[in-house]
C-alpha cells in the first residue's frame, strides 16, 4: 500500500482528531433515537458491571 492510498482510506482520517468528530457526528446522523438510547442503556449497564467488578476486587484484597 503506498502513503497515496494510505492517506485516501477514510479510516486513515477517522483517526485524527476532525477525522474522529466527522465520523461521530455522521453516525450521530445515522441512527435512529432508540438505537441512541439503547446505546445508552448498553453503556450505562456496562458501567454498573465495571464498577460492581472494581467493589468486589476491592472488598476482596481488603478482607485477605
Known amino acids: 500500500m503506498t502513503k497515496?492510498?494510505?492517506y485516501a482510506h477514510p479510516g486513515w482520517e477517522w483517526?485524527?482528531?476532525e477525522g474522529a468528530?466527522?465520523?461521530v457526528l455522521l453516525i450521530g446522523?445515522?441512527?435512529t433515537f432508540r438505537e441512541k438510547l439503547e446505546w445508552?442503556?448498553?453503556a450505562?449497564?456496562?458501567t454498573l458491571?465495571?464498577?460492581a467488578a472494581r467493589e468486589?476486587?476491592?472488598r476482596l484484597s481488603s478482607e485477605l
Do not use: G, K
Open 56 to 58: 468486589a476486587r476491592t
Open 40 to 42: 445508552l442503556d448498553e
Open 15 to 17: 483517526c485524527t482528531f
Open 4 to 6: 497515496e492510498e494510505l
Open 29 to 31: 446522523l445515522q441512527t
Open 44 to 46: 450505562e449497564t456496562l
Open 21 to 23: 468528530r466527522r465520523q
Open 49 to 51: 458491571q465495571m464498577r
